[in-house]
Nanobody
Framework: QVQLAESGGGLVQAGDSLTLSCAVS????????MAWFRQAPGKEQKFVAA????????YFGDSVKGRFTISRDNAKNTVDLQMKSLKPEDTAVYHC???????????????WGQGTQVTVSS
């Protein structure tokens, strides 16, 4: 069974940087496209970023373009989300997800982590 575990969340100030990491176990990592989604309290889940199985292609949500990058290490079975110039509106629980296809839609991802909290103070 595929398991995902996020780490790296925390409390930061606006303008700071933070890197989230997601470790994947239980199956061949490079079979899966990987994505990050986030959900703020009282709001619907939103797409943040996704990366292809090889790492050659990536998508980003409009609100994070130019500030966030996504990368993966297929040897270490990890995917990272590097976040820069953080804003209070980035505050959310961030979940990583694994799926067969590179999309921006949460319904296409089969496996999910428990999430890690990111709080950005103003």
């Amino acid at each position: 069974q595929v398991q995902l575990a996020e780490s790296g969340g925390g409390l930061v100030q606006a303008g700071d940087s933070l890197t989230l990491s997601c470790a994947v176990s239980g199956d061949t990592f490079n079979k899966y496209a990987m994505a990050w989604f986030r959900q703020a309290p009282g709001k619907e889940q939103k797409f943040v970023a996704a990366i292809s199985r090889s790492g050659s292609e990536a998508y980003f949500g409009d609100s994070v373009k130019g500030r966030f990058t996504i990368s993966r290490d297929n040897a270490k079975n990890t995917v990272d989300l590097q976040m820069k110039s953080l804003k209070p509106e980035d505050t959310a629980v961030y979940h990583c997800a694994a799926g067969r296809y590179l999309t921006i839609y949460s319904t296409t991802y089969d496996y999910w982590g428990q999430g890690t909290q990111v709080t950005v103070s103003s």
